[in-house]
C-alpha cells in the first residue's frame, strides 16, 4: 500500500487506485484504515493510497508542518482526482464527523464542479470511545458529502455473518470499531474482518466502474 508521496509514483499505471483517507488522534481509526487498505490490495490489479487530513485548532496562529510525523502523508487534489474510488473514515465527534474532516471537505468545492469523483464508489468507517457512542450516526455522516460529489457508496451486506455476531463494531453502513475511552481497546476479530471485507468490496466494485483510461 502507498502511504507516501515518492512510492505514488512506482504504482503500476494499468492498477486501480484506491484512496483511503482518514482522521486518526489516537490510533483507532487509523489501524482501520490500514485493514481496510489490506481488504483493497486482496483484490488483484488494486492499489490503496493511505491519506490523512491536518488537525485543526482553534488558535488561529497554529500551522500544522507539511509533512506529518508520523503515520499517512496529507492529502491532495490530485489523490482526489486520481483514485478509482475512496474509503473515508474519522472518530465520531458527538454522532458527527471530527472537525478535521469536515473542514477538509468544506474545501472541495473545485472538486465538486468538476466532477472529479462522481460515479466512484466510496465507503465510510469510524471509531468511537463507547459502544453506543455515535458509530451509525458517524457513518451515515459521512456519506452526506461523499453524495454530493455523486459517490456510489457501498456498504457491507449482512451475508457477512460477523455483522450479526459481532459486540464490538461492525454495521451494514460501514466498519466501525469500539475504542474505547482511551483508545485503548483492541480491534475485535469481527471489527477486523468487516474492515478487511469493507476494502475488499470497495476495490471490487472500483474495477467494474473504472473508466477506461
Known sequence: ?????????????????????????????????????????????????????PAVSTVTEAVEPDVPSSGAPYVEASDLAECDGLALGSPTRFGNM???????????????????LAGKPACVFTSTGSLHGGQESTLLSMMLPLLHHGMLIVGLPYSHPELMNTSSGGTPYGASHWAGVNGNQPLSDDSRTLAIALGKRLAENAIKLRRPS
Open 98 to 116: 471530527a472537525a478535521a474532516m469536515k473542514y477538509f471537505w468544506d474545501g472541495t468545492s473545485p472538486q465538486w464542479l468538476s466532477g472529479a
Open 1 to 53: 500500500m502507498t502511504t507516501s508521496s515518492t512510492a505514488t509514483s512506482v504504482q503500476t499505471s494499468s492498477n486501480a487506485t484506491l484512496l483511503v483517507l482518514y482522521y486518526s488522534r489516537h490510533g483507532a481509526t487509523r489501524k482501520l484504515a490500514e485493514l481496510i487498505a489490506q481488504g483493497v490490495e486482496s483484490v488483484p490489479g488494486c492499489d490503496a493510497r493511505l491519506r490523512t487530513v
